[in-house]
Each structure stands twice: as structure tokens, then as C-alpha cells.
């Protein structure tokens, strides 16, 4: 069984992590500490969801966000998209298991995987408005973001939303502030069944193992731990009842990598980009040095004259 | 009938020099409102395009403000460059003598001048200028509505709005080369700018460069003189 979510401690305490503990910053070439921290991680066990939405209540209450009333559209997804105000958001799927014919209610908890190869930091061209940590959490910095929304583009998990009000860039910040003083996520905390589990990522990972046997051992053959190696594993990691199908879970991508478009994009693009327009300009200087100004002569001139006055030049 | 590359302002006047009219006081204007908004964009952009030239977002005031007012100013260039098509179209419309031209590169590149066709308005060197921008602008103006989240996110998925942006910087890139060799094709050949500036260029830059051009300019010239003056067809 898991330990309980710690108590947050009575005296204030320094934080755990800050700026000296970066392992990527966006648009700037840093050197990351000689050592990393432990990396931490989230864990959602989607076989032990009730779908209560306690953890979304709870990111709403702890962030200090005010979501607009909705309206029903028929699903208990409610929004029905993740938003600037919803950094995380129960997704609920009425899947008719093909083998079984039994209705299963996959309800999976959406929100930043904070990858391990994150692709909203590499498309981000504001220095440090994206920043990771030694410990794997990827946060937003608002004070630097410039809302181009590049950080859309570059998430294979379609996670960052642009606020229509400061037009800066949101997501889960795995609660990097409760995390830095030694708290579980406020979701994570606020879960009755503890479906949602926080700690270093290898103790995670143990205990996904320990559920995936026990998934097994009641007939989900297929069950596994979903910490995709296309983005280098994530530190929001799902235990799945069918881990063969992800994208049965309101389409969570099978096989996420960054887009080879981004990659292209952020890479070879610009520097073949600065070389072509650098050539272009350095050949400009060099023809002018050579060939020297291409200029009117007299002789020109006199053509010219002879030409307007009906004379043949 | 007019020659193709014979644009309304365009005239010639005897003395010495004689002076040419290349440019009306609106296209002039006109040309100078496209240039300041590319230039712009160029800045602007090239400050989201790569990390080193972020602090160009300066200029601007900052990096929300370069974000907002790029798309705005490519507005501005569109309606610009599109009258300025309107205006230029006719005299770029590619010749035979423009691949006389394009097959002796090597002597325009050397100034050897006399050995090239006489030449009407523009020279084949500009008219891929001018085409080049024009395709530029438009695949530039199409991918940019793609980017601009702020009015247009929920038109297009995000998939096409990676394809839209890798496109966009690589028409950028395009059109920033053509943008150096069309200025620097003003620096090189002595007298081109006075054609931007005053509206002026003189009868031997035109015998030298546009002879063709400056030939019809003559004739037209001589047909009109002593007749009513009448509006050209
Ligand atoms: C013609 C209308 C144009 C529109 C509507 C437009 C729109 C946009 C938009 C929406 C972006 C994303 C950043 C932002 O929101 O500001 C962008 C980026 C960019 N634009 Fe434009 N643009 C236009 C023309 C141009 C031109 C003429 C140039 C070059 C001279 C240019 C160069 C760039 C570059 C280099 C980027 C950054 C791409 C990257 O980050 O890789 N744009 N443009
Ligand atoms: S919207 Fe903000 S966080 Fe996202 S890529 Fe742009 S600057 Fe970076
Ligand atoms: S899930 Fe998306 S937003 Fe979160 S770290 Fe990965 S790429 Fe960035």
C-alpha cells in the first residue's frame, strides 16, 4: 500500500529547487548542474479512478483559477477541453471492450506529462519562458512568455492553452511550488482512492509494477505502465488497464515523439536559414569588391542626348 | 497602343543630362510603405526566428508586443505589395530578351552591359524580383493568417499550423534573400536610387541600362508632341 500524502509542514522551508537546479531553459544554451536531483513523478492509475474530479477541483482551488460556467454537452467531461483555467481535466470514454463485449468507463486524467524531452521548450522562442528542472518537472515562466503559442505546436500531447486574457501560455505545474516544499501535488492529495500517487520516479515506477501484476493476475492481460521512450519517458506516468491501445483513453497518442516538423523546424531550418541569408549578404560584398560600382559613363549621357534630340546616338 | 513596359509617369525630357521619369510621386510612396513593413517584418520575425537575434524584440517593445504587431504590419505590406502588383505587373511580364539576359549572367554580373538585348523597364534580374516577392508575399500571407492564434487558432489543427510555420520561416528566409539582392542591386548600378527617391533617373542610366525602354519613351514622345494631349491607350 502507499504511504498517505504528507501533512505541509508548520514552519516555512527552504525550497527544494530553484534556478540553480535547471536542466533546460528555453531559446538559451545553459549548463546544467554536475548533479541532478532525484527525479520525482506522478502516477495515475486509471484502474483506480472513480472519476470524482476531486484532483480537478482541487488544481483549481490550489491555483487560484476561476473557470467559466459551461455548458452540458453531454459527457461528464465538463469542459470539455482543457483551458487556460483547467491545467488538468477528467476525460471520460464509453469503450465496449471487443473481447469481453462489456462497456468499460475509462475515465484517464489529462493534463502535462512533463516530458523528459520536452517539445513545448524546444519550440518556445522566449528565453526562459520554459524551463525544466533536474528533477523532470517542466514549467511555464509567465514574466518571460510572449504568448506565440509555438509551445502548442511543439507538445505531442496537445497540453498548453493561450489565455485569451494576458496572452501568456498555461498548463500543470506538477505543482512545482508544493513540490519544492516537500508537498504531493494538490491533486495527488486531494485523491480518495489514491489513484493518483507522487514520489521519485523509481519508487512509481515500482509501484506500477506492483498494480500492473495485480491488473494482470484479474484478467487485464494487456495492462502496463505508459512512460513513452518517444519523448524519453515521462514524469507523469499512467498505469493502464489495456496499455497495448493508449489511444482508446480519449485518444492518447500511441507512440507521442515531437513532431518531425518541429524538429526540422527548430533545426535545420535555422541554420540553414542564417547560412543562406549570411551567403546571400557576403556575396553581395564580395561582388561589389570585385566587380566594382556599375556606373553611368559621359559617353552614356551623350547617347542619351543625341537619342531625345532625333539625332543617331 | 502603348509598349507593355511603358507605365503612366513615365517620360522623358531633353537637356543635359537628359532626365528620365521613372516613378510617380504614388508609387513612390507606395513602394516605400512595402519596403519599411518587409523590413519590419523581417526584424520582427527574425527576432522570433532565432534565439540570437531575440533582443531585437526591443525594438518593438518587447517580446508580447513583437508577437502582436508582426502579423499586423504583414497585414499592412499585403495591401501595399498588392496595389504595387497592380501598378508593376504589366512591365514584368517576361520577354524574349529576358533569357538573352538570364543565358549572359555572367557579363551582367561583370557590367558588360553592351553585350546584352536592349532591355525594356525592368531587366530580367528584376522582374524575378518582382515575381519573387509577389509569390513569396502570398504563401507568406497565407501561412502568417495560419499562425496568427490570436484571431485564427480554431481554423486550422495543430498539425497544420506546425506545416504552416516551418513554411512560413522558409518563404522568410526566401524573401529576405531577394530583399538583398534587390537592394544591393540599387547600391551596385549607380543612379537606380534617385529612381526611388526623386522619381528621377538620368537619360544615360536608362540608354545604359533600359535602352529599349528609353527608346519607346523617345518615340511616344516625338508621336504626342504637336498633337492635343491626350490620355495614353
Ligand atoms: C504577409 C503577412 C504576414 C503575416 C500575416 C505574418 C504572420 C506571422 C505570425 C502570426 C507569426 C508567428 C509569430 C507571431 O504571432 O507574431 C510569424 C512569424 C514569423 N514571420 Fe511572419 N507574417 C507575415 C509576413 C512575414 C514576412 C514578409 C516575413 C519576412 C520578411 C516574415 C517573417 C517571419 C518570421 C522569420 C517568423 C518567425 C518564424 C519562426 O519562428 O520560425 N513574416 N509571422
Ligand atoms: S506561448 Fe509562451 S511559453 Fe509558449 S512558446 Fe510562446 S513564449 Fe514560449
Ligand atoms: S506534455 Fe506537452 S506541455 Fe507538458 S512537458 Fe510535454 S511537451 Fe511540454
Same mark, same amino acid.
Given at each position: 500500500m502507499l504511504k498517505p500524502a504528507p501533512n505541509p509542514p508548520v514552519a516555512p522551508v527552504p525550497a527544494k529547487f530553484g534556478d540553480q537546479d535547471l536542466l533546460r531553459k528555453s531559446a538559451s544554451t545553459i549548463k546544467p548542474p554536475a548533479e541532478r536531483q532525484t527525479e520525482v513523478a506522478k502516477l495515475i492509475d486509471v484502474s483506480k479512478c472513480i472519476g470524482c474530479k476531486a484532483c480537478q477541483a482541487a488544481c483549481l482551488e490550489w491555483n487560484n483559477l476561476h473557470e467559466e460556467i459551461g455548458t452540458f454537452n453531454g459527457s461528464y467531461t465538463n469542459p470539455p477541453d482543457l483551458t487556460p483555467a483547467s491545467f488538468t481535466l477528467m476525460r471520460f470514454t464509453e469503450w465496449v471492450n471487443p473481447e469481453t463485449d462489456n462497456l468499460e468507463w475509462l475515465i484517464r486524467k489529462d493534463g502535462c506529462m512533463h516530458c523528459e524531452d520536452p517539445g513545448c521548450l524546444k519550440a518556445c522562442p522566449a528565453p526562459g519562458a520554459i524551463v525544466q528542472y533536474t528533477n523532470g518537472i517542466v514549467d511555464f515562466v509567465h514574466d518571460n512568455c510572449i504568448g506565440c503559442g509555438y509551445c502548442v505546436r511543439g507538445c505531442p500531447f496537445n497540453i498548453p492553452r493561450i489565455s485569451k486574457v494576458d496572452n501568456k501560455a498555461y498548463k500543470c505545474t506538477l505543482c512545482s511550488d508544493r513540490v519544492a516544499v516537500g508537498q504531493w501535488p494538490a491533486c495527488a492529495k486531494a485523491c480518495p482512492t489514491q489513484a493518483i500517487a507522487f514520489g521519485t520516479k523509481e519508487d512509481m515506477k515500482k509501484h506500477?509494477? &506492483?498494480?500492473?501484476?495485480?491488473?494482470?493476475?484479474? @484478467? $487485464?492481460?494487456?495492462?502496463? /505502465?505508459?512512460?513513452?521512450? @518517444?519523448?524519453? @519517458?515521462? %514524469?507523469?506516468? $499512467?498505469?493502464?488497464? %489495456?496499455?497495448?491501445?493508449?489511444s482508446i483513453y480519449a485518444g492518447l497518442p500511441d507512440n507521442p515523439r515531437i513532431s518531425p516538423i518541429v524538429e526540422a523546424w527548430k533545426g535545420v531550418t535555422k541554420y540553414v536559414g542564417m547560412g543562406v541569408m549570411g551567403f546571400a549578404a557576403v556575396a553581395g560584398v564580395f561582388h561589389y569588391l570585385i566587380a566594382g560600382a556599375n556606373k553611368v559613363t559621359p559617353e552614356d549621357e551623350a547617347s542619351a542626348e543625341k537619342l531625345t534630340r532625333g539625332e543617331k546616338p | 497602343m502603348t509598349a507593355y513596359d511603358l507605365e503612366p509617369g513615365d517620360g522623358v525630357h531633353p537637356g543635359k543630362p537628359v532626365t528620365v521619369d521613372r516613378y510617380t510621386v504614388g508609387a513612390r510612396i507606395n513602394h516605400w510603405i512595402t519596403a519599411?513593413?518587409?523590413?519590419?517584418?523581417?526584424?520582427? @520575425?527574425?527576432?522570433?526566428?532565432?534565439?540570437? /537575434? $531575440?533582443?531585437?524584440?526591443? /525594438?518593438f517593445g518587447g517580446g508580447q508586443w513583437t508577437r502582436a504587431i508582426h502579423p499586423w504590419i504583414g497585414v499592412v505590406l499585403f495591401v501595399s505589395f498588392s496595389i504595387l502588383f497592380i501598378r508593376f505587373w504589366r512591365a514584368n511580364l517576361w520577354k524574349g530578351e529576358d533569357n538573352i539576359w538570364l543565358t549572359r549572367v555572367r557579363d551582367v554580373l561583370l557590367g558588360h552591359e553592351e553585350r546584352l538585348p536592349e532591355l525594356g523597364k525592368y531587366n530580367a534580374g528584376q522582374k524575378f524580383v518582382f515575381w519573387g516577392m509577389s509569390l513569396l508575399i502570398l504563401v507568406l500571407i497565407a501561412t502568417g493568417l495560419v499562425?496568427?492564434?490570436? $484571431?485564427?487558432?480554431?481554423?486550422?489543427?495543430? &498539425?497544420?499550423?506546425?506545416?504552416?510555420?516551418?513554411v512560413h520561416s522558409l518563404a522568410a528566409v526566401g524573401i529576405i534573400c531577394v530583399w538583398i539582392i534587390h537592394v544591393y542591386a540599387a547600391i551596385w548600378v549607380k543612379g537606380t536610387m534617385g529612381a526611388m527617391t526623386k522619381g528621377r533617373v538620368t537619360g544615360g542610366w536608362a540608354w545604359r541600362h533600359h535602352r529599349k525602354w528609353l527608346r519607346e519613351l523617345v518615340a511616344s514622345r516625338r508621336s504626342n508632341a504637336g498633337t492635343p494631349r491626350t490620355p495614353a491607350e
Open positions: 506500477a509494477a &506492483e498494480r500492473v501484476t495485480d491488473l494482470k493476475s484479474r @484478467g $487485464y492481460k494487456n495492462a502496463g /505502465l505508459y512512460d513513452p521512450p @518517444g519523448v524519453s @519517458g515521462t %514524469h507523469v506516468m $499512467y498505469v493502464l488497464q %489495456h496499455a497495448d491501445k493508449p | 519599411i513593413s518587409l523590413v519590419l517584418l523581417a526584424i520582427s @520575425g527574425l527576432a522570433l526566428f532565432t534565439p540570437s /537575434l $531575440y533582443f531585437l524584440t526591443a /525594438l499562425a496568427w492564434d490570436q $484571431y485564427f487558432f480554431r481554423f486550422t489543427s495543430i &498539425e497544420t499550423k506546425r506545416i504552416a510555420i516551418i
